[in-house]
């Protein structure tokens, strides 16, 4: 087995890579990208339900009230279309806001603004209005928060021209692809993981930007080739792990950025390895795995593959509130662990 990066760096240039490094939780890594942005240009502000006074609801943006004063860090009324609508408009009069959803859950309250105004606006003006907003917003399951804030909705607004869509596994990510939207000319939809954000790993002190539309390969391999997204990514790592005891060499592959998506990564890793599976935490049906397995199957790697695409998702339920069932509704290691072999149609040791 060989590694092209370590997991918490991959896609960071050489010359930030060798700048000090600093341990630091996902949590922290968007608050300090936030904060220098903000310090950076004044046109970066914050608006969101309790972003201020009380710092987020997972205290995110904690200190930065204090730092930057009420003017760039503004608490809102309980309404997601005031909080998706103001940073519309403040982005198309020359502003950058970044605005956050309590959880990501809630979005669904702002889609009219988000997909029928925001998405469109650039497209319906020919090219000369421009809408530079992030929405942040912490989605998935693992916190027992049940069905109605554990929700993984990323295949929805991946479906919509005129948005970009993130969702970053690590700190080092986090952070660069944090700065890389808030660069953006329009609307990126940053979607934090709830169970990432005490997770911690070094980070480049100096600082830097991870590129969107680029794929991570997280591990090399030759047997298949697994891509996982977000909080997946890190339970596929341990069980590639595992595999590597038994002499099968997985390829790991977080896409990072599911709009755009990085397909040429993709497709060159099936392309190599002839098996694919696809992890994810959204619910099997509609999840944006079906989406990576048709790039894939429509490409030249269809012709290398020695198995069909198998994907991994979610059960078909709401996400339960008691822990245990909380767990059987999305996938975990041994489930991982058992779905390779079974790609690979060999029994589990």
Known sequence: MTTSHSHSLSGITDKVVESAMQQMTYAEAVRRAL??????????????????????????????????????????????????GCAIGAALT?????????FSDFMTLAMDQIVNQGAK????????????VVFRAPFGSGA???????QSLEAWFAHVPGLKVILPSTPADAYGLLRAAIHEPNIVIFLEHKALYRQSSLV?????????GKAAVLREGKHLTIIALSIMVSRVLAVAERLAQEGIEAEVIDPRTIRPLDEETLIASARKTGHVLIVHEAVLTGGFGGEIAARIAD?????????????????????PYQVKLEKRATPQE???????????????V
Not at 94 to 102: I, N, T, W
């Open 334 to 348: 041994e489930d991982i662990y058992r779905a390779v072999h079974l790609l690979l149609q060999q029994k589990p």
């Open 204 to 212: 480049p002190s100096a600082p830097y930007e991870t590129p969107i």
């Open 35 to 84: 904060q220098e942005e903000m310090a950076s240009d004044p046109r970066v502000f914050l608006l969101g339900e309790d972003i201020g006074i009380y710092g987020g609801a997972f205290g995110v943006t904690k200190g930065l009230l204090e730092e930057f004063g009420e003017e760039r860090v503004r608490d809102t009324p309980i309404s997601e279309q005031v909080i998706a």
């Open 121 to 132: 606006l650039r497209f319906m003006f020919g090219g000369k209005a421009q809408v530079p």
């Open 299 to 319: 490409s030249d790697a269809f012709y290398y593959l020695d198995a069909p695409i198998k994907r991994l998702g979610g059960a078909e339920v709401p996400i």
């Open 94 to 102: 020359g502003m950058r806001p970044v605005a956050e959803f309590q």
């Open 144 to 150: 027992g928060l049940a069905a109605q804030h554990s």
